[in-house]
């Protein structure tokens, strides 16, 4: 090993691995809602996808027990489409709407996700770094990872100091959604995301995954080189990271064998 890996291994992320989906959901509500008492305006980072919807659903069961409050949170999402109406059922914004945003107290106003239908895309991407900065930098992110190992639509590939920008996505990220959309043709070819420098500069990330389909890349991602073919593996660098899986999910970590 170098000196570099053994560094790098130092840092390891703390795995959490769990029964199920729900115990998976629970467990990260949980640590938002710690993050949430040690600072009621803290700043999220959230993704969208199947892996957190159990998380929100229980985010808003907690809110509208009145166990925590979003009311001077403020959140950024990992990544949008390019060029879909915030508006349609399958905007980023609709999915966050539907799954959070509707449920909990959290002000409108302090919601940020990225506009894939401004103007100018690339001022876009340089506003969204700069209200980041504005907001204090991310407290917390939670991230999930794509069956290519990408973090938002950070593309295997993608520099690891990149910043939010505009992205051609993969034909992998693209299938992923072909069935919501009616067909991969039909699913936008570009997407707008946090660059994993924004990511990884958030204080602390939590990452999510659920299922054996994404137990080979949960491995390499957490386990492999770290290199920017497997995206997610930057979360290696990171001093503060957690893992939460369920088994289907953890079963090719060695640290599982
Ligand atoms: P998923 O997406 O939660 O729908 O599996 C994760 C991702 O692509 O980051």
Redesign the pocket.
């Known amino acids: 090993m170098t000196e570099r890996s053994v560094m790098e291994r130092r840092s390891a992320p703390s795995v959490q691995v769990l029964a199920s989906a729900e115990e998976v959901a629970l467990a990260a509500a949980e640590q938002v809602q710690r993050q949430l008492k040690r600072r009621s305006d803290s700043v999220l980072a959230l ?6 919807i159990g998380l929100y659903a229980e985010l808003s069961r907690r809110c509208r027990d009145g166990e925590l409050s979003f009311a001077d949170v403020r959140t950024f999402n ?1 990544d949008e489409f390019v060029h879909i109406p915030p508006d349609s059922p399958l905007s980023f914004e609709s999915y966050m709407m539907q799954h959070l945003f509707s449920h909990i107290d959290v002000d409108l106003a302090k919601v940020r996700l990225p506009n894939g239908n401004a103007p100018n895309l690339d001022a876009e991407c340089r506003d969204y770094e700069r209200e980041i900065a504005a907001a204090g930098g991310i407290d917390l992110a939670i ?5 290519n190992g ?3 639509f950070n593309e295997p590939g993608t520099p690891f100091e990149s910043r939010t920008h505009v992205v051609r996505l993969s034909p992998s ?1 693209r299938e ?1 959604f072909a069935a919501e959309f009616g067909g991969i043709d039909r699913v936008p070819e570009l997407g707008i995301t946090m660059g994993l420098g924004t990511v990884g500069e958030a204080r602390r990330i939590i990452l ?4 054996q389909d ?1 137990a080979e890349i949960v491995a390499r991602a957490l386990e492999g080189p770290v290199t920017v073919d497997v995206p997610a593996s930057i979360l290696q660098q990171h001093p503060n990271v957690q893992v939460i899986l369920d088994r289907g999910a953890a079963h090719r970590l060695h640290v599982m064998s």
């Open positions: 993704p969208t996808g199947q892996t957190p990992l991230v999930g990872i794509g069956l990408h973090l938002a990220s992923a999510l995954a659920l299922g994404k």
